[in-house]
């Protein structure tokens, strides 16, 4: 069974207006964490956001925000006012288990990713 | 901040021939190693996962033998894909546990090319 699913294979965007990213997750885990990443044409994975099974605020960072639904399994990706920098290839990704120093983190299990074009 | 370093960016080998890819950690040290392979516009999938110091954990699937995966030290980790064929072709890119992003720190990964 998928674990991460996006269902936007590819999304258009005008410049400076606001888009979602749709991801939802399957875990029977309690802690776990969601990460989003953007990939460029270059292949680089840019970590962009990060919100953690027990986080009650939804994470923000700068343009980034992650609107998470705990029931619902849902990690969207909000990015707003839009630039044509944001071209690229989004993966959502999960790691399951408990995050603890010293012991091995789990692996990233990623979703099938979304093409965003932003147009001028 | 924390930087993986990965080589070579891309590399074109001819079929039956071996090639490794190594990922050095330049300041903080990797206890462990994540290797994805990634076909065209496709997600990452796993491939392998390294400890420093022990044998690699393969995902199903994925040939052992084909891919060996060396991580003896707390800054290096290599990929060798042995006996390269056509479709070995794919980007390959690694992921140590350790520096910013809460935990992950990404290669900027392998362009292999077998011809």
């Known amino acids: 069974a998928q674990k991460i699913t996006q269902t936007q294979p590819g999304m258009f965007v005008q410049e400076k207006e606001a888009v979602t990213l749709d991801c939802t997750y399957d875990t029977s885990d309690q802690s776990y964490g969601l990460f989003w990443y953007k990939q460029p044409s270059s292949g680089e994975m840019i970590f962009l956001i990060y919100q953690g099974s027990y986080d009650e605020q939804n994470a923000t960072e700068g343009r980034y925000s992650l609107n998470f639904q705990k029931a619902r399994k849902s990690a969207n990706l909000v990015i707003s006012a839009s630039q044509l920098g944001d071209s690229a290839m989004y993966f959502c990704a999960m790691r399951e288990g408990r995050l603890s120093g010293g012991t091995s983190y789990g692996k990233l299990t990623f979703g099938q990713g979304t093409i965003l074009t932003v147009h001028p | ?115």
């Not at chain 2, 071996?18 to 950690?25: D, F, L, T």
């Not at chain 2, 999938?45 to 060396?70: P, R």
Request: charged letters at 15%.
């Open chain 2, 1 to 115: 901040g924390a930087v993986v370093s990965q080589h070579p960016s891309r590399v074109i080998c001819k079929s039956g021939t071996s090639v490794k890819i190594e990922c050095r950690s330049l300041d903080f040290q990797a206890t462990t190693m994540f290797w994805y392979r990634q076909f065209p516009k496709k997600s990452l999938m796993l491939m392998a996962t390294s400890n420093e110091g022990s044998k690699a954990t393969y995902e199903q699937g994925v040939e052992k033998d084909k891919f060996l995966i060396n991580h003896a030290s707390l800054t290096l980790s290599t990929l060798t894909v042995t006996s390269a064929h056509p479709e070995d072709s794919s980007f390959y890119i690694c992921s140590a546990r350790g520096g910013l992003g809460y935990g992950y720190t990404f290669g900027s990964g392998t362009r292999l090319t077998v011809v």
